[in-house]
């Protein structure tokens, strides 16, 4: 997963991508990706035909991006600590 950061003291854009390593060539195009905090959706969006992804959000503290995988039963979440 690819992350670049930009944005003002209290707006951000998150810009991502997602592969799949064990497959490359297979694309992840479609897959939801929900910004969360907590409980809290924050921001949704889907991954487009080269797995990649653009969301806005507020700086809020503990954020986790998540990619629920209904076909494979199973979620990525990934923890944004470090983030702005």
């Known amino acids: 997963m690819d992350l670049n950061i930009s944005g003002d003291a209290a707006n951000y ?21 929900l910004l969360m905090a907590g409980d809290t959706v924050l921001g949704r969006t889907v991954t487009n035909a080269f797995g990649e992804f653009t969301l806005d959000y507020r700086s809020r503290k503990d954020l986790v991006l998540c990619l629920p995988l209904e076909s494979q039963g199973t979620q990525i979440e990934v923890s944004l600590k470090e983030l702005p």
């Open 13 to 33: 854009t998150l810009v991502g991508q997602f592969a799949n390593r064990e497959a490359p060539q297979t694309p992840l195009s479609d897959v939801p990706v």
